[in-house]
């Protein structure tokens, strides 16, 4: 079992930044892929970025690209998303994953993950 508790949501301004932490149960931390999702409101939950077991692969969608970083301290069970240049439409609720099972290739899909957190908030003000 693996628990993730998501931290670092909160209210921004349009342009301004946050850095969301996603804390991970489990003494295999480093053999995880770890993603984020979001969720907006009456919209289906979808993929921002991903990153592989050792954080030196990552994946991002095309709507966060150039804006958004994933990273990972395999030491303290810690993934983070740096979020930049937020936008309205950045707006939603954030989650992390974790994919315990062996990973080829890019994992996008929410059936790819095995264990979510309870998500964090994320406001962005015009």
């Known amino acids: 079992q693996v628990q993730l508790v998501e931290s670092g949501g909160g209210l921004v301004q349009a342009g301004g930044s946050l850095r969301l932490s996603c804390a991970a149960s489990?003494?295999?931390?480093?053999?995880?892929?770890m993603g984020w999702f979001r969720q907006a409101p009456g919209k289906e939950r979808e993929f921002v970025t991903t990153?592989?077991?050792?954080?030196?692969?990552?994946y991002y969608a095309d709507s966060v690209k150039g804006r958004f970083t994933i990273s990972r301290d395999n030491a303290k069970n810690t993934v983070f998303l740096q979020m930049n240049s937020l936008k309205p439409e950045d707006t939603a609720v954030y989650y992390c994953?974790?994919?315990?099972?062996?990973?080829?290739?890019?994992?996008?899909?929410?059936?790819?993950?095995?264990?979510w957190g309870q998500g964090t908030q994320v406001t962005v003000s015009s």
């Open positions: 994953a974790a994919r315990v099972r062996a990973t080829q290739g890019v994992v996008t899909t929410r059936l790819g993950y095995d264990y």
């Open positions: 990153i592989s077991n050792s954080g030196g692969s990552t």
């Open positions: 489990g003494r295999i931390f480093s053999s995880y892929t």
